[in-house]
């Protein structure tokens, strides 16, 4: 049983370790930039001009709630995996060492593993793309919460074809 696992682990940890080279570095930078100046920064510029503070977490939730934005992230983990399974440079001689199914598991982990990062790497660019206008708290923030601009004008409501009031989802003027 252990020896299953240590094997598992050792056909991730191989690949996980071929997964970071320069195309993959490139790619996680892109998507990071353009997440960042679609997304993060007008977060941070619209807090700067209301004067309220942002929750850290708050720019990673916003990209993974909106259905734009949050289709980049199983795009990018496709784009990343795009070579999976991986059996060149010495597959042949890990099949070798472990059963197919070790193998396969191994290269699941590999994957979930990659996913993982992205989605941590992504967390701490929107924490810092922001810094210095949040704060670190489990609950919303005021900016989430009481965000009223100047010259911003509320949404008209269509109550013809709108749900209940208090089914409404509230919109963000960006």
């Known amino acids: 049983m252990m020896k299953g696992i240590r094997q598992t682990i050792w056909i991730a940890s191989f690949q996980y370790r071929k997964f970071w080279n320069l195309k993959n570095i490139i790619l ?6 353009f997440i960042g100046e679609n997304v993060f920064a007008d977060m941070r510029d619209l807090a700067l001009q209301s004067g309220l503070e942002l929750n850290y977490l708050e720019p990673v939730i916003l990209v ?3 259905p734009m934005y949050s289709m980049i992230i199983p795009l990018s983990c496709m784009v990343f995996l795009s070579d999976f ?3 060149r440079s ?3 001689f890990v099949l070798c060492r472990a059963t197919r199914r070790r193998w396969f598991s191994g290269q699941m982990v590999y994957a979930a593993g990659v996913c993982i990062s992205y989605l941590v790497i992504l967390t701490v660019a929107g924490m810092l793309w922001i810094r210095g206008t949040g ?7 005021p900016y989430m919460t009481e965000l009223q ?3 911003c004008m509320p949404f008209p409501v269509n109550t013809s074809s709108c749900p209940a009031p208090s089914c409404r989802v509230r919109r963000f003027p960006f």
């Not at 996680?28 to 930039?33: F, G, M």
């Open 28 to 33: 996680v930078a892109c998507s990071i930039i």
């Open 64 to 66: 993974l709630s909106d």
């Open 85 to 87: 399974p991986d059996n």
């Open 90 to 92: 010495g597959g042949i």
């Open 135 to 141: 704060s670190f708290s489990v609950q919303w923030s």
């Open 149 to 151: 601009l100047p010259n």
